[in-house]
């Protein structure tokens, strides 16, 4: 192991969040996970589905604490002051503050006559803007790190463009374009910036948005069918390629498909 470092992961109640969080714990990194933490219960939201609660969060850090230093922090990527926030509780709390993983992410999906513009907004709101504020919350905090990184979780879906899918697909393209030039902006700082690129990994975007009503078994052969590889990915394959990601000391600018050979540009 190399040296322990303290890692901020949105999005991390669950999903692939939680995996990139134990993933880091099992490095023997200290993690902060930061999401929405809605009402205890979750029914908070205004999305498509249901977005983390209180009690999700709750149970993540719980659930994982055996494994090493994690807490929890509530946090809006779109709201400016949350993401200070979220910071500063991480730093209060561990000291300082060496890899920001910007994984919170949202998904919809519709046509172009059926999309509304409140919708895309909404996608865009997280999935760009929050990458935007979260990074320009965190930069001065990582820039005191010897040592620091930022992984932005974009998609296979930044790649290659899918019908009924532009609003994600230009946010994930988006993603891609700001590690960049962030990667550009911020190595003069020492801060190296990646993006990591999931294939299909069964969470609740799948089950509760882009395969609803349809059994986890269908999900399961879809995947068999049309990944090279012939299973769908996982969020420990996510959490492994994360860390690699945050610790790789050359490497920056990239936007890594984790997605069993079915994505390879
Ligand atoms: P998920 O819905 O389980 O996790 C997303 C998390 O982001 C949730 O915990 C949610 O509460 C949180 N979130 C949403 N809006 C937020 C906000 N405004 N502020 C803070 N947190 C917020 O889904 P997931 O599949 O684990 O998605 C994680 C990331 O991976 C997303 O960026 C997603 O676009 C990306 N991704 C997922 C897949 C996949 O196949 N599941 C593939 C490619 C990319």
Redesign the pocket.
Known sequence: MGKARTVLV??G?????RGIAQSFLEAGHAVMIA??ALTPDGGGSDWTYE??SHSEMARTVEELAPLGDIRGTP????DAASCDAAVAATVEAFGGLDVLVN?????DSGTLETFSEERWDKIFD??VK?VFLMTRAAADSLRASDDAAIVN?A???GKRGAPSMAAYCGSKWAVVGITQSFALELAGDGIRVNALC????G????SDHLMANQSNESFEQRMQDIIPLGRPQTVEDMGQAAVFLATAPNVSGIALNVAGGFEMR
């Open positions: 949105t999005g109640a669950r999903g692939i969040g999401d929405l977005l983390a946090l809006d990527v779109t994984n919170a992410g949202v998904v997280v999935n929050g979780t998609s296979i879906a999931p294939g299909m990994v969470t609740a975007m799948w």
